[in-house]
């Protein structure tokens, strides 16, 4: 393990339980607050890191310069229960579950949560060894508009259905394999429309 990956693990208290937001954040907005804030009331997590990523391996578009993402992400995150960190540059992952693996040889001592919209768990199962994340990791899948229906019927979830939990503070207790569709305040934000109407270029 690098030095450069060891200065970008953020501080975590022993044994915590810490939520895990990847994504392009391309750029990051209020919806990612929103939401992580939600999950960890809901989830029961004291911290969560946010995985800014050198770019999504089903994108196929480059996102823009990693360090203008982080800057955006850190100014964002306004929760000091927060961290913002470009921890997969660093490792030179950016398959997911790699990145898990490391996280966990780095701090074996955290219970990792792995978060993601329920966009990401429609393609979930396109993920490189995506039932290795759920067989390691309680995984939180949060509401977004218009997605409902197409997270209850993707694959993933239907192969994964024996170990969804209907409520999310079973996630932690219960552990791995242990899914939930966390119904927080649907948030309408997406780096996508803040694109299109010119708020961020690449
Ligand atoms: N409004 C939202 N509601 C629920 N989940 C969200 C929301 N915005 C982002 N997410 C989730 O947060 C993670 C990181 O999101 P990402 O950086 O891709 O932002 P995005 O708005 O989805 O971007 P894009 O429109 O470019 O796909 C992903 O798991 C995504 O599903
Ligand atoms: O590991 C994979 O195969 C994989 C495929 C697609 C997306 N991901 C991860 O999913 C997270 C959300 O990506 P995005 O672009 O929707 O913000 C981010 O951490 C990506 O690295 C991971």
Redesign the pocket.
């Known amino acids: 393990m690098s030095a450069a990956a060891r200065r970008a693990l953020p501080p975590a208290p022993r044994g915590g339980a810490v939520g895990v937001?990847?994504?392009?954040?391309?750029p990051?907005?209020e919806?990612?607050l929103a939401?992580t804030r939600e999950a960890m009331a809901r989830i029961g997590l004291s911290r969560a890191w946010w995985l800014v990523s050198p770019g999504?391996p089903l994108k196929p578009d480059a996102p823009a310069a990693l360090e203008r993402r982080l800057a955006r992400a850190r100014a964002v995150a306004t929760d000091p229960r927060i961290a913002v960190t470009g921890i997969e540059a660093a490792l030179g992952t950016r398959y997911t579950a790699e990145t898990l693996a490391a996280l966990r040889a780095l701090r074996p001592d955290l219970r990792l949560v792995w978060?993601?919209?329920?966009?990401?768990l429609v393609q979930f199962h396109r993920w490189r060894d995506w039932r290795g994340i759920a067989a390691h990791h309680p995984i939180g899948v949060?509401?977004?508009?218009g997605l409902r229906v197409a997270a209850r019927t993707a694959p993933a979830a239907q192969a994964m259905e024996r170990a969804r939990v209907r409520a999310p503070g079973l996630l932690l207790r219960r552990g791995p394999p242990a899914w939930c569709l966390v119904n927080i305040p649907?948030?309408?934000?997406?780096?996508?429309?803040i694109?299109a109407r010119g708020g961020w270029r690449r």
């Open positions: 937001l990847g994504g392009s954040f391309d990051a907005h919806g990612h939401i999504n978060l993601m919209g329920a966009d990401n949060l509401a977004r508009p649907m948030r309408g934000e997406s780096s996508t429309a694109r």
